[in-house]
Structure formats: structure tokens, C-alpha cells
């Protein structure tokens, strides 16, 4: 098993592993900007239900202006 995973990691052009230490700043990295990502996606939410309730809100009064005009 471990001949084909040497196999593998050669085949791929992998000579040197990182270190554990790189790979944890990485990830902590990675988690950090998961993290941002995360609070711009709920930012960019709470921004949409606004528009869609100033939307709505339009609609509405369109709506009531159109049957003013009707009658």
C-alpha cells in the first residue's frame, strides 16, 4: 500500500510534503476567509429581503394608484 501511495504522489509531482506548520497557517487562512465570506453572504441576504420589501412595497402602490385611476 504504501509503494502505490509513493507511486501516486510521484505521479502527481509531489517530491516534498509541506510542513505541518504550513499547512495549519493554510487552513487557518483558508477558515479566516470562510469566515468573511460567510458574514458578506448574510450582509448580501439581509440586503435582498430589504429590496424585495421596498419591491413589494412599490408594487403596492402602483397597484392602488392604477385602480384610483380606473375609478
Known amino acids: 500500500m504504501f509503494e502505490a501511495a509513493a507511486w501516486e504522489i510521484k505521479k502527481v509531482g ?11 497557517a ?5 477558515a ?9 453572504l448574510r450582509k448580501i441576504q439581509r440586503e435582498e429581503k430589504e429590496y424585495d420589501a421596498l419591491q413589494q412595497n412599490v408594487n403596492s402602490l402602483l397597484k392602488k394608484l392604477k ?5
Open 14 to 24: 509531489l517530491t516534498k510534503l509541506p510542513s505541518a506548520e504550513k499547512l495549519k
Open 26 to 30: 493554510k487552513l487557518d487562512g483558508l
Open 32 to 40: 479566516a476567509r470562510e469566515t468573511a465570506l460567510q458574514e458578506e
Open 67 to 71: 385602480k384610483k385611476k380606473i375609478n
